[in-house]
């Protein structure tokens, strides 16, 4: 299909792959990873990315300046064994850098990943700082539902989402890292939601330091919510 093409009407078509999308998880299994995120190390530095070589001590995955570290090791090195190649490698693609038919989708890396761990984060800040009232944590998690429930019932909108739990956003203790288990259209709604609270809470909040964290609360969950409406609404 690619290199011979199919003929209609006189014309030659050719079929051109540009790129396979699914979760981090599906990619490990179909590329045949051996570096990858799923190979993350929780006691030691382990390579967990299959487009570059962060993961080491040297090249640590939190860089995210404009110029970060493991910038020039992308595409540098295949994430698979040679004897045991990816099934997709018989379709023809970029010979210099074939891991880049393994495409990083907006739905798997923003609304069912970095959302997820933004909206959470967020809510048990505002918890913390004590803006969903007093009590023990299901008690404010209740009154942060009642907070959204109540937000959505203004806008006309609906969630899935009929609770917040410490299991929904997979809380363990004071030292986990929450993240909402939430479907991809409930994570946006959450985000909305959350630039509004923010906002509000701006209003009367007169400490500097949480004045600035509302206000990238606010920015970050505004951004969010134009980009995926960009997507949707062009042509």
Known sequence: ?????????????????????????????????????????????????????????QLPAEDFSTSPCWEPTVHSERPWSDSNLPCLMAIPFDQEKPELLYRNDVFHTLRLGIYRDFSASCIFLFMKWGYFGCGNMPEKLEAAHGHFTLYLRTVGKTAALRSFTL??????NAGSYVWSNTKGSDTMLLCEWLVVAARGFLVEETDRIKRQALSVVSDAGQLSLEWFDLIYKHG
Request: charged share 15%; aromatic share 10%; with cysteine.
């Open 167 to 172: 299991a929904l956003f997979n809380y363990q």
């Open 1 to 57: 299909l690619f290199h011979d093409g199919l003929q209609a009407a006189g014309t030659t078509y050719r079929i051109v792959v540009v790129g396979s999308k699914g979760d981090l998880k599906w990619v490990g299994k179909i590329a045949n990873l051996t570096r990858g995120y799923e190979n993350q190390g929780r006691v030691q530095d382990l390579l967990s990315c299959h487009q570059c070589m962060v993961g080491s001590e």
